[in-house]
């Protein structure tokens, strides 16, 4: 194999290896990826976490998106649907945060869809 | 009598004859087209200049990106940029030779440049952040010009050709300082990017081009945008509307004919909202169209733009 085979083939590994379909914990269950860490899951406190497995049904996520001025507790309530990705981030949107249902396209890109505003997002001045 | 001869600019020099066309002249005229070529947050377009002695067209078009990419654990995002860069000068000059004689100075140059951005952005709250960054770019010039008028030791009336060759590597520091808040459905982006720009020139046909100089550079830009009831492949579109005012602040205004450009605009903007490599976000594909003006110029910008 010359070098430029090589190359491509290196090339070829790294981007298949870029975008990876989600992993479920089981049936019944939907996974969720934050670029900003959930801190309460269905009003229960959490140690922050940015991947969290949660159940197919209602769900209240509290994320946090930091600044250096205030901290913002976004408030997501959505019913997520058994199988399916979701992912939360900052997009210039309305609220500091959005969420959207995640679908892995092929190996290069992942579409967002379906945008999701939170319920509230409650700035708070940093200590 | 008119002698046509090609030479290479190192063995002309200063041309005699023509004070009025010093080294320093077409030093910052080159450099100043190669940083209005590529300087980072300018986008294609096609500007004309047409004063009494002189008229000129340049373009200049870009293919690339820049986005910002969530840096965990950290108030600060990342940011990069990367752009394949051309532009060109059409620049067609009177000037006055050393014995009152009209010369003609046709000039075109040619830029194909590669540029690098790395930086970071800073959440000071929900709508506002600061964004430093320093862009690499390495730009590959070519000159071709002629000088018609001036006359030879037999006072013959001469035309001279010049072509020349440089290389060059500039160093932008960018300060952008961006502003944005949505009113109901309608979104306004304010925004005031400086860039300090270092130059290194590498020539070896043309002395005057070894050089390395300073500049610098402002704009700032303004956008509104809304919603349409249009869609495509269960996408929105939305429209904007922009003015985006540019200065080369240290530019000698002889050097591309102006120093400020004023341009405004309008674009249609498909939400593809698309995560590439599983790194940054792609949010819009859009189509600009936008007018130039400035003192004796205009221009216009036509193009695919995305964000």
């Given amino acids: ?127 | 009598m008119i002698n046509t001869s090609i030479v290479s600019a190192q063995e002309e020099g200063i041309l005699p004859g023509l004070s009025a066309l010093s080294e320093s002249d077409a030093r910052e005229s080159a450099i100043a087209f190669v940083n209005m070529t590529t300087s980072p947050g300018l986008e294609g377009a096609i500007i004309i200049v047409d004063d009494d002695t002189r008229q000129s067209e340049q373009w200049r078009s870009s293919l690339g990106f820049d986005a910002e990419f969530t840096l965990k654990n950290q108030i600060f995002n990342g940011y990069w940029g990367l752009a394949i860069v051309g532009g060109r000068i059409d620049d067609k000059m009177e000037l006055i030779g050393d014995n009152g004689q009209p010369v003609h100075l046709d000039l075109t140059r040619d830029v194909v440049a590669l540029r690098g951005s790395s930086g970071l952005s800073f959440p000071i709250d929900q709508h506002f952040k600061l964004r430093p960054f320093l862009s690499l770019v390495f730009a590959d010039l070519r000159s071709e010009s002629t000088i018609n008028g001036l006359y030879d030791n037999d006072n013959n009336q001469t035309i001279l050709s010049f072509n020349s060759k440089a290389q060059l590597l500039s160093a932008v520091v960018s300060v952008d300082a961006i502003y944005s808040r949505w009113y109901s459905n309608y979104r306004l982006e304010l925004s005031a990017q400086y860039n300090l720009v270092y130059t290194e020139a590498v020539s070896e046909d043309n002395p005057i081009l070894d050089t390395d100089v300073w500049n610098s550079a402002a704009q700032l830009e303004s956008r509104i945008s809304g919603p349409t009831n249009l869609s495509f492949a269960g996408r929105p579109w939305r429209w904007s509307a922009y003015a985006n005012f540019t200065s080369f602040l240290s530019h000698n205004k002889s050097s591309l004919g102006y120093n400020n450009l004023m341009e405004i605009g309008a674009s249609l903007d498909w939400q593809i909202n698309i995560k590439p490599l599983e790194w940054f976000g792609w949010q819009s594909l859009g189509f600009r169209v936008g007018l130039i003006v400035g003192e004796k110029v205009e221009g216009y910008n036509v193009g695919l733009l995305a964000r």
């Fill in chain 1, 1 to 127: 194999m010359n070098r430029r085979n090589f190359l491509i083939v290196c090339a070829s590994l790294f981007l298949n290896a870029c975008v990876q379909a989600p992993v479920f914990k089981g049936d019944g269950y939907a996974f969720i990826k934050s670029n900003y860490p959930v801190v309460s899951i269905n009003g229960v406190e959490v140690e922050p976490s940015y991947t969290v497995d949660i159940e197919a049904g209602e769900n209240s996520l509290v994320i946090v998106y930091h600044t250096y001025r205030y901290e913002y507790y976004c408030t997501f309530t959505w019913i997520a649907v058994t199988g399916t990705a979701y992912e939360v981030t900052d997009q210039d949107n309305k609220y500091p945060l959005t969420l959207y249902r995640w679908i892995r396209k092929n190996s290069l890109w992942a579409s967002r869809l379906d945008p999701i505003d939170p319920l509230s997002c409650d700035q708070k001045q940093k200590p």
